[in-house]
C-alpha cells in the first residue's frame, strides 16, 4: 500500500490558516477576482452551452481553443501550429501528464532553485530524484546545469523562465538559448512553466524559452490571463511525445471540459483579450509598485527582495538566522498572512526567505498588510 | 524516457473509424444528445458564473456539489456524508486517483474478466499487474475471487458491479456481501466503478456493493444521468485514505472546474434529476428493447448475448473461430460499427466477443443499424 506515503501539500495546511476573512494574505497566488471579466464569461457559456459541448470531445481539445491558442503563441514569437497542442485542465496537470508519460521511478529531475512548489511535489509523487540547480538574481545559471547534467544526468528541467514563481526573477535571452543549447545537445527534456508570461509590467518581452529549440515543452495556462476557475491549460510538444501525452491524457480524464473549452473558445474569439491583458498589467503593475514601495519600511534592516518585471510574486530574504515560518505565526496574530520561503527549495530549505504575492490585494490593502507585516517585525 | 511504453488506447482508433457521418455507430459508450437538458444547463451556468466560481477552489470539491451527491447517495441506500466525497474531473480521474494513491509498480490488481477497458489502460500506465477473475452470466464468481486473492494477494479490485461495462451483467446482493466480506478479511480494496447504476429498465435495485463494506471505494459519475461534458466525477471513500487522494488530485489538477462544479450544483438544487433520469430510462429501455428484438436476426445462429436491465451495453459471443476484429472491416463496409471484445481481457482475449451499445441511437436508428450488421455476417 503507497497511500502512507503521501504527504499533504505545504500551501495547503498554510492556506487552510489563512482563510479568515480578516486576514490580508499575500499568500497565495490568485488573480484579483474583481478584474475578472464575469459578464465576458457568462455571455462565453451561454452561447457554447450545446448538445455538442454537453457530450465527450476528442482528448487533444477542442480544435477552435486549440486554433485560438496556436494563434496566441504565434504571435508572441513562436510559431505553433493547432496540432503541436494540447489542452490540459490547468496547467498543473500538464505537468502531471509530462511526468506520467516521461519519468520511471528514480528518474533524475533538474529544477531550479527554489521553484514552484506544486511542481516539486508532483515530481515527487512521480518518484523523480531531484537535483537543484543554482540561481542568482537573473534566474538559473546555465553554468550550473552543466554541471548537473555532467555529474547526475537528468533526463527533464524544470522551471518558470519569466517572472519565475516564486522569485519573480525572469531569465535573460542568452541563458534560455544556452539551456535549450545544453538539451539539444545531451538529449534531456525542458519543461518552460510559463503561466504568468503575458503578464508583463516594466521592461522588455524576451522570446519563450521554447522559441530556442525543439527539446523544450512549452506549458501556459488561461488561469492568469483569463480565470482559474475554468482549469484550462496547454502544453505544447513534438508530435511524437505529444502522442504518448494525449494516450497518459485519456487515461487521468479521457479529456478537458467540452464546455469549458468551448466557452474559452467563444471568449476568445469574440474578445480583445490583449486589451484585456493590457488592462490587468496597469493594475498589476500599479499593486507592485505598492507593495515595492512599502517594502524598505516593512522589512528588517539587511533583508533583500527582488523587483519582478511582471508576475504575482516578490520574493524576499531576511537577515541573520531567522525562520520566516515563525515570523508568520506572529504576522497571522497581526491578521496578515505570506508564504514561509523553505517548501519552494528541492533539497536545502533555506528558511530565512518568503514569497509575497501583490496581485490579490487593492493597493490600500497592500499598504495596510505592510504595515501589519512591519508590526510582526516590531 | 518512458515515453515509448506508452500505447495508444484501442477504442480512441476504433473511434477514429467511425466518425464518418453515414456510420450507425454502436461503438461508443455515449449518452443520447437528444436527451440533454440542454436549456436547464445553459440557465444553470447563466446562474453559476460569478466572481467565486471563476476563482481557484479547494481541491475537495465545492460543498454544495458535495452535500447533493451525499444524499443523492444515501437516498439511493449508501448512507454518505458530504465530507466522505471528492469531487474529480469525470470518474476515469477517480480511477486515476486511487491508482496513484494506492499502488507502487508491480502492485497485484484483481479485475472483473472482461472489464471497462480504460480501466485496464489506467491500471496498466500505473505499473500494476493485472489478474483477471472469472465471471459468470451473473458477474464476477466470488469463489474465483477467493482463489485469485489466496494465489495473487492483489491490493485492490476492479469491477462494475451495476450494469458493466461491457457486459451489462449485475452482481446480484448476496456476491456482492461475499466480495465486501473477502475484501475486509484480507484487507484488500474494492473499487465499485457505478456511473451506470441509476439507469435500470427492468428488474429490481440491488445496493451498491460499498453499502456491503468499508473496504470498498464507489466511484460515480455526472456523465450518464446529467451530461459527460462537464467531466464531473465523484469518488467516496474512508477519512484516511481520502486526505491521501486529496493531495493527488492537488498535484493532478488543483481541483475540478470551478465554474462546472458550481453549474451541476444549482442544477441539483433546481432540477427533479429523478424526473429526467426516469426520462432516460423509458427511453434507454426502448433503445435496449429494440436492439434484443433484432438480435436473433442479425448474429449468426449459434450467437449468445446478454439481456442487461440497464446500462448501455449488449455484448454477445459469436460462434465458432470468428474475430469480430475482422467482423468489424465488414460492418464498416456496410456503414455500422461495434468494439470487438478483445481489448476488454485483461490477459487471454476472447477475439469472439463483442460490445453494442443501445443509448446512442434511435430505436429506428438501431433496427436499420442492425439490418446493415446482419449484412456484414451475410
Not at 477576482?33 to 452561447?47: I, S, T
Not at 533524475?108 to 511535489?121: M, R, S
Not at 518585471?309 to 515560518?325: H, R, T
Request: charged share 20%; with cysteine.
Amino acid at each position: 500500500m503507497r497511500a502512507l506515503n503521501v504527504r499533504s501539500s505545504p500551501v495547503r495546511d498554510l492556506l487552510a490558516l489563512v482563510s479568515r476573512p480578516e486576514v490580508i494574505s499575500f499568500a497565495g497566488g490568485l488573480p484579483a477576482p474583481e478584474l475578472f471579466d464575469v459578464d465576458g464569461l457568462r455571455a462565453a457559456f451561454d452561447r457554447a452551452v450545446s448538445r455538442r459541448t454537453l457530450q465527450y470531445a476528442p482528448t487533444e481539445g477542442d480544435p477552435d481553443l486549440r486554433a485560438s491558442i496556436a494563434a496566441r503563441l504565434t504571435g508572441r514569437g513562436l510559431p505553433t501550429d493547432a496540432g503541436q497542442l494540447l489542452v490540459t485542465s490547468g496547467s498543473q496537470q500538464a505537468l502531471t501528464l509530462i511526468a506520467t508519460a516521461l519519468l520511471e521511478p528514480g528518474a533524475v529531475v533538474a529544477v531550479e532553485e527554489p521553484t514552484y512548489l506544486a511542481a516539486l511535489q508532483c515530481l515527487g509523487l512521480a518518484g523523480a530524484r531531484l537535483v537543484p540547480v543554482a540561481g542568482d538574481e537573473h534566474g538559473l545559471v546555465p553554468e550550473s546545469l552543466a554541471e548537473v547534467v555532467e555529474r547526475s544526468k537528468p533526463e527533464l528541467l524544470y522551471l518558470v523562465p519569466t517572472f519565475a514563481n516564486p522569485t519573480g526573477r525572469t531569465l535573460p535571452a542568452a541563458r534560455r538559448a544556452a539551456i535549450a543549447d545544453l538539451a539539444s545537445r545531451h538529449g534531456f527534456w525542458v519543461v518552460e512553466d510559463d503561466p504568468y508570461g503575458e503578464l508583463r509590467y516594466a521592461g522588455e518581452a524576451v522570446p519563450t524559452l521554447a522559441s530556442f529549440g525543439d527539446r523544450v515543452l512549452h506549458v501556459g495556462s488561461f488561469s492568469k490571463v483569463g480565470a482559474p476557475g475554468l482549469r484550462l491549460g496547454w502544453l505544447r510538444a513534438p508530435a511524437d511525445l505529444l502522442r504518448a501525452l494525449v494516450v497518459v491524457k485519456q487515461a487521468a480524464d479521457l479529456h478537458t471540459s467540452t464546455i469549458d473549452q468551448a466557452a474559452a473558445a467563444t471568449y476568445l474569439a469574440e474578445t480583445d483579450l490583449d486589451a484585456h491583458v493590457a488592462t490587468l498589467c496597469r493594475e498589476y503593475g500599479v499593486r507592485r509598485d505598492a507593495m515595492l514601495a512599502a517594502l524598505p519600511g516593512t522589512l528588517p534592516a539587511g533583508s533583500t527582495w527582488t523587483t519582478p518585471d511582471g508576475g504575482m510574486f516578490v520574493w524576499a530574504g531576511l537577515p541573520g538566522d531567522v525562520d520566516a515560518a515563525v515570523v508568520l505565526e506572529r504576522a497571522l496574530k497581526h491578521d496578515v498572512a505570506f508564504v514561509p520561503g523553505g517548501p519552494f527549495f528541492a533539497t536545502t530549505p533555506d528558511h530565512s526567505t518568503l514569497r509575497l504575492s501583490f496581485t490579490t490585494n487593492t493597493p490600500e490593502r497592500i499598504a495596510e498588510g505592510m504595515t501589519r507585516l512591519s508590526a510582526a517585525f516590531g
